[in-house]
């Protein structure tokens, strides 16, 4: 069992910073590959980035490839979501998710179906 707790979520202007943390429990986490989407209103719940159990392997949505870095540290139990230059198209809830690496592939990792944990999710508004 893993519970994930969200933070670090705002209000910005576009071409502003964030840094969003997904806090974990367990002692487990370094077994977890994790994942960071969001849904804005009226839109289906959308993938955003993904990090494998060890942090070698990431992967990303082609809307914020080179502007979002997703990283992992798990002496701390967390991961991170890194957000630069960010528009007024970025603003959603961001869930942070996470499955166990025995149930995750290349495949799943872009997928909400393919994770068991969920957090509460944590808002971010960009303004124009």
């Known amino acids: 069992q893993v519970q994930l707790v969200e933070s670090g979520g705002g209000l910005v202007q576009a071409g502003d910073s964030l840094r969003l943390s997904c806090a974990a429990s367990g002692r487990t986490f370094s077994s977890y590959g994790m994942g960071w989407f969001r849904q804005a209103p009226g839109k289906e719940r959308e993938f955003v980035a993904a990090i494998s159990w060890s942090g070698a392997n990431t992967y990303y949505a082609d809307s914020v490839k080179g502007r979002f870095t997703i990283s992992r540290d798990n002496a701390k139990n967390t991961v991170y979501l890194e957000m630069n230059s960010l528009k007024p198209e970025d603003t959603a809830v961001y869930f942070c998710?996470?499955?166990?690496?025995?149930?995750?592939?290349?495949?799943?990792?872009?997928?909400?179906?393919?994770?068991?944990?969920w957090g509460q999710g944590t808002q971010v508004t960009v303004s124009s």
């Open positions: 998710a996470a499955e166990h690496l025995a149930g995750i592939t290349i495949a799943t990792a872009r997928l909400s179906q393919g994770y068991s944990y």
